[in-house]
């Protein structure tokens, strides 16, 4: 079994192009997506809401061994440990890291902002400069 994992800062572009690097037919769990979709039908914790069914789709995937794509910023440790407990659940899975960079933290302030204007989550500019420090050193 295979995991894609589509990395990098918010804003950076993981939703439009990541799809691209990813075989035809795998699903891809994109907890923003999922959050915004919450949002729209009224609930009022839709990031917990996501968080939530993003992470059921993972074991459902992991326990039927079925390839399936993530998007992550790891701009958390959390991330990282998240990471390694995938990891660890088969050692003879494969992860396989798509990571989308840049060192312009202007690229990604102004995509997120424009996608927060259109009803997408807000990012804070501290967070993704955070965000960029940490991939700078990943």
């Known amino acids: 079994m295979i995991m ?9 572009g993981k939703s439009t192009n990541g799809k691209a690097f990813i075989p035809a037919g795998v699903p891809i769990i994109d907890h923003d997506l999922a959050a915004y979709q919450y949002k729209k039908r009224g609930f009022t914790d839709s990031q917990d ?22 998007e992550l910023n790891l701009g958390f440790a959390s991330h990282y440990g998240f990471l390694k407990s995938l990891a660890r659940y088969n050692p003879s899975n494969r992860i396989h890291l798509v990571l989308f960079f840049t060192d312009d933290a202007n690229l990604c302030l102004d995509r997120a902002a424009i996608r927060f204007l259109n009803g997408g989550h807000e990012v804070k500019a501290e967070a993704l400069r955070k965000c960029i420090r940490t991939h700078y050193h990943f």
């Open 4 to 12: 894609y994992l589509i990395a990098g800062p918010p804003g950076i």
């Open 49 to 70: 809401a996501a968080s939530l069914a993003s992470n059921q789709r993972v074991q459902s995937f992991l326990a039927l061994q079925q390839d399936f794509a993530l």
